[in-house]
């Protein structure tokens, strides 16, 4: 999951229904989401929240009575563009002392009354499972107080809120259907900002997926940290809870998901190599709807750091899998995560990641240098020993050989047909349209009358290592 801006609010919708509702109706709310998708899917939850409390959200900050950023605490500079944006924030509170400012997500799981009591700069703090209590919360800073919540769950899964779709174009959402991690990767801060994993009850799953569809989405992508860890009616040491009901895995999951209807593709993300099984390889090869991409981080190619790290595999086993999709999904897209200059990473190590690499072929990679983060177990285990120059050149290589891979991977497309999914108008002209292909390759190509939902053939004529290009296949 990719850590970036990824969504800023739009118009919700408000009902009124009892007094708080007439304390805040017509009130507006701006919503601001920084980390990965599984915030952008929160953002959607914590609007639904508050449109039940009569509160409309607002694509401009200017606008807003309150403002809400969900924040992510994976590398250091994540959390300090939040701090330079919530320090902008606190300005305009000077001209405007009724609004209300807060921090959702992990930054406020991490940094709790810190936010409030030492850096100064928010009126609330929600971690990301108090998202009920907002309403709560919010009152109580408009009555005078500073408000927090940062108590971790280990059922809440919002799994009965409809959320407020924020995305642009109305094709493509993301579907929450676990939350929290329970793998203690050294490097890493979730375990710590979102608790321990729990699953969502894959009725409401499909549920969702089938009311997406009714209302002519075309495609959900099915949120987790760790997907392939999936599972309902079952304990984590394999017990059954209920003999009378199934045990659904992520495979029969992903199951369920395809049969809503052939027409709505189904991707998900993010896969574990440690977890990764042929059940799952085989059901996508048995719907075309399955989307033909995974997303299976691998860190780095030495099974020493892979150790130190704490992530469960070989570089060996990480093969394995790999192999796997190929020879079960021959085609599929393999995208990757990589993190350079982890504790003690010698420059043999570094050559081992640029050798898997290649041997993987990966089309497509999100790349990091190292960042360490408080009350990890490499915190407290290991001396953070690479200098950030080299760090930074060693994620410089990593950067160039993918750039390489990427161009190789679009390359190959030229003169195949794929099918593309129409999600909007190009940006950079108006006489073309933009959707991706089942690999997950953003393709463009001329608009002719085709509209956002539509899926249609292209022959592939041009390509970059980002995008390819092409012309729809007249049948
Ligand atoms: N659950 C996913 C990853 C979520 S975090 C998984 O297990 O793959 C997304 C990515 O951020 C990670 O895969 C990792 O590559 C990167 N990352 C996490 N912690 C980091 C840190 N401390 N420094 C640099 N990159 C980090
Ligand atoms: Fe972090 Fe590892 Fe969990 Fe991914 S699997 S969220 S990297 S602890
Ligand atoms: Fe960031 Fe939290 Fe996601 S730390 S990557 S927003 S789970």
Redesign the pocket.
């Known amino acids: 999951m990719e850590e970036k801006i990824i969504e800023e609010s739009k118009q919700g919708t408000a009902t009124m229904l009892d007094n708080a509702v007439e304390n805040s109706a017509g009130k507006k709310l701006y919503l601001e989401s920084y980390g990965c998708q599984m915030n952008f899917s929160d953002s959607e939850i914590v609007a639904s929240i508050l449109s039940e409390e009569g509160y409309t959200t607002t694509r401009n900050s200017e606008d807003a009575d309150v403002i809400l950023m969900n924040t992510c605490s994976i590398r250091e500079n994540a959390e300090q563009r939040v701090r330079n944006k919530l320090s902008q924030y606190n300005k305009r509170k000077k001209q405007n002392p009724s609004l209300v400012i807060g921090v959702l997500g992990c930054m406020a799981e991490r940094l709790k009354k810190d936010l409030l009591e030492q850096e100064k700069l928010v009126d609330l703090v929600a971690g990301p499972d108090a998202y009920r209590d907002l309403p709560n919360l919010i009152d109580d800073v408009v009555g005078g107080q500073k408000a927090v919540n940062v108590l971790l769950s280990r059922e809440e899964t919002y799994a009965d809120i409809a959320p407020v779709r924020l995305g642009e174009g109305g094709v493509t959402a993301f579907i929450s259907i676990m939350r929290g991690?329970d793998?203690?990767?050294s490097?890493?801060v979730?375990?710590f900002t979102?608790g321990r994993e729990r699953s969502r009850d894959p009725e409401s799953i499909v549920a969702e997926a089938q009311e997406l569809f009714d209302k002519g989405y075309r495609e959900v992508t099915l949120l987790g940290?760790?997907v392939d860890s999936y599972k309902w009616n079952i304990t984590k040491k394999g017990e059954v809870i209920d003999e009378s009901k199934p045990v659904v895995t992520f495979a029969g999951l992903l199951e369920k998901v395809a049969l809503v209807n052939s027409d709505l593709r189904v991707r998900f993300s993010?896969s574990?190599p440690k977890d990764m099984t042929d059940d799952v390889l085989h059901t996508m090869a048995k719907y075309e709807n399955l989307c033909k991409y995974i997303h299976l981080?691998v860190q780095s190619g030495s099974t020493d750091v892979l150790k130190r790290m704490n992530?469960g595999y070989t570089r060996e086993w990480y093969m394995n899998r790999i192999n796997a999709i190929k020879t079960i999904l021959p085609g599929t897209f393999i995208s990757t995560d990589i993190i350079t200059g982890f504790c003690g990473e010698t420059d043999e190590d570094h050559k081992e990641t640029l050798s898997l690499m290649e041997e993987v072929g990966y089309e497509f990679a999100y790349m990091f240098f190292y960042s360490e983060r408080p009350k990890t177990l490499a915190e407290r285990k290991f001396e953070d020993d690479i200098p950030e120059e080299t760090k930074k050149q060693r994620l410089y290589e990593v950067q160039e050989l993918q750039s390489k891979l990427s161009y190789a991977a679009n390359e190959k497309l030229v003169g195949q047909v794929c099918k593309v999914l129409v999600e909007g108008t190009s940006k950079r002209s108006e006489d073309y349209v933009y959707g991706r292909n089942s690999q997950n390759v953003t393709t463009i190509f001329p608009k002719n009358n085709y509209k956002p939902g539509d899926y249609v053939n292209v022959k592939i004529t041009d390509f970059t290592s980002a995008t390819i290009k092409g012309v729809p296949v007249v049948e």
């Open positions: 991690c793998n203690m990767c490097f890493c979730v375990p979102r940290q760790n993010t574990h981080p992530r």
